[in-house]
T-cell receptor, first 112, second 115 residues
Framework: DAKTTQPNSMESNEEEPVHLPCNHS???????IHWYRQLPSQGPEYVIH???SNVNNRMASLAIAEDRKSSTLILHRATLRDAAVYYC?????????????FGKGTKLSVKP | EAGVVQSPRYKIIEKKQPVAFWCNPI?????LYWYLQNLGQGPELLIR????????DSQLPKDRFSAERLKGVDSTLKIQPAELGDSAVYLC?????????????FGPGTRLTVT
C-alpha cells in the first residue's frame, strides 16, 4: 500500500482558498487518489478522486502532479463548515484491493 | 437520494453482553464495508462485501465478531461477547462497486460504549 504524508494541521481564513497537500511518492500506476473529510462526530465524507488528470467537482478541485507523487486538494473558498480532518488515500483500481486505508490526515481549522 | 442508514446511533452495554449493528446501504450499491474507528484515529476496515459475499474479512476478529449480508442488501455486524476495548464508532459504507474508481459513502456510525 502506498504511504502518504500530510501536514498534521493547517489553518485558513473564511472565504479564502485552501491548498491541502499530500505526498504519495510510492503510489503505483493503478492507484487512484481519493480525498475524504470527516467533520466532528460524523462519518467520513467523500470529497473527490482522480487518477492522472486534474479533477473538479462542486466541493473541490484536485490537482495531481505530473509524476503522480503528490497531489493537492483545493477548496476555493473555505467556509466554517469545511473545518474537518482531510484524508488523502491512494486506492488501487482493482476491485480485490479496493479498501481505503486511512492515515492521520490533516486537521483543517477555519477562522471567521 | 437516501444515504447510508445505520442504527442504532448510540449503544451502551455492559461487558460480556452481545450487541448488533444494522446498516442499509445506498440503493444499487453492490459493495458494503464495515469500519471501526477508535477515538482520535482514522477508520479501519473490518470487512468488505461484494453483494452477499465477504471478499475481505482479514481484519475481522472472528472469535467475537460476525457479520452477514443476506440478499446482498442490508448488513448486520455482531459482537458477542463485547469487551471494554470494543468501545468505538462502527461505520458502514457502500459503493457501486469495489476498487479505486468508485467513491465510498459512509453512514453516521454507531457509537458503542462498553462498561
Amino acid at each position: 500500500d502506498a504511504k502518504t504524508t500530510q501536514p498534521n494541521s493547517m489553518e485558513s481564513n473564511e472565504e479564502e482558498p485552501v491548498h491541502l497537500p499530500c505526498n504519495h511518492s510510492t503510489i503505483s500506476g493503478t492507484d487512484y487518489i481519493h480525498w475524504y473529510r470527516q467533520l466532528p462526530s460524523q462519518g467520513p465524507e467523500y470529497v473527490i478522486h482522480g487518477l492522472t488528470s486534474n479533477v473538479n467537482n462542486r466541493m473541490a478541485s484536485l490537482a495531481i502532479a505530473e509524476d503522480r507523487k503528490s497531489s493537492t486538494l483545493i477548496l476555493h473558498r473555505a467556509t466554517l463548515r469545511d473545518a474537518a480532518v482531510y484524508y488523502c488515500i491512494p486506492m488501487n483500481y482493482g476491485g480485490s484491493q479496493g479498501n481505503l486505508i486511512f492515515g492521520k490526515g490533516t486537521k483543517l481549522s477555519v477562522k471567521p | 437520494e437516501a444515504g447510508v442508514v445505520q442504527s442504532p446511533r448510540y449503544k451502551i452495554i455492559e461487558k460480556k453482553q452481545p450487541v448488533a449493528f444494522w446498516c442499509n446501504p445506498i440503493s444499487g450499491h453492490n459493495t458494503l464495508y464495515w469500519y471501526l474507528q477508535n477515538l482520535g484515529q482514522g477508520p479501519e476496515l473490518l470487512i468488505r462485501y461484494e453483494n452477499e459475499e465477504a471478499v475481505d474479512d482479514s481484519q475481522l476478529p472472528k472469535d467475537r465478531f460476525s457479520a452477514e449480508r443476506l440478499k446482498g442488501v442490508d448488513s448486520t455486524l455482531k459482537i458477542q461477547p463485547a469487551e471494554l476495548g470494543d468501545s468505538a464508532v462502527y461505520l458502514c459504507a457502500s459503493s457501486l462497486a469495489g476498487g479505486g474508481g468508485y467513491e465510498q459513502y459512509f453512514g453516521p456510525g454507531t457509537r458503542l460504549t462498553v462498561t
